[in-house]
């Protein structure tokens, strides 16, 4: 068992290295689009799962539309892997915070959290995201503490402003 474990962190830590080397090699897309709307699918998609778990899902988007540039694909299908890793870890009764805000840069500033702890496999499907996320322009940040984490997703592209 405990080789079965060392393989698969091996394994991990070798799918990371292709993937960050790959991500090189990405074209970036700098087609713009509206952040706003894009968080608001995500959010319609995460209350369906949150309501079955009797999850509240807790939101804060601007009225305004935010434009920004980059893959919205991939930053759609990583954000929307992390929400639901973050709404897995929660209990009935918990909540999942989606927070979207114009940064002191002027650029769109993505932030969820949850009161689920982390653990050591979310910290590796996070080191893949990383990776993808910054193949589509796009930085992500954990802030805050195991037991409530915090991820903020960033524009990386000095060409974001809409």
């Known amino acids: 068992m405990r080789y079965a474990r060392g393989l698969r962190g091996e394994l991990a830590r070798l799918h990371r290295g292709l993937e960050a080397l790959f991500a090189q090699f990405v074209r970036v897309s700098t087609d713009v689009w509206d952040a706003t709307e894009t968080v608001a699918d995500l959010v319609l998609l995460v209350e369906a799962a949150a309501k079955k778990k009797r999850v509240d899902v807790v939101v804060d988007l601007p009225d305004m539309p935010l434009s920004t540039s980059g893959d919205r694909t991939a930053f759609r299908r990583v954000t929307l892997g992390l929400a639901l890793e973050i709404l897995d870890r929660l209990s009935p009764g918990g909540s999942l915070d ?23 496999e979310i ?40």
């Open 98 to 120: 989606v927070h979207l805000a114009q940064g002191a840069d002027g650029l769109p500033q993505l932030e969820l959290s949850g009161s689920a702890p982390l653990d050591l």
């Open 123 to 162: 910290e590796q499907r996070l080191a893949a995201a990383r990776s993808r996320l910054a193949a589509a322009g796009f930085d992500l940040v954990r802030i805050g503490t195991w037991d409530r984490p915090r991820f903020v997703f960033t524009p990386t592209l000095p060409d974001r402003k809409g």
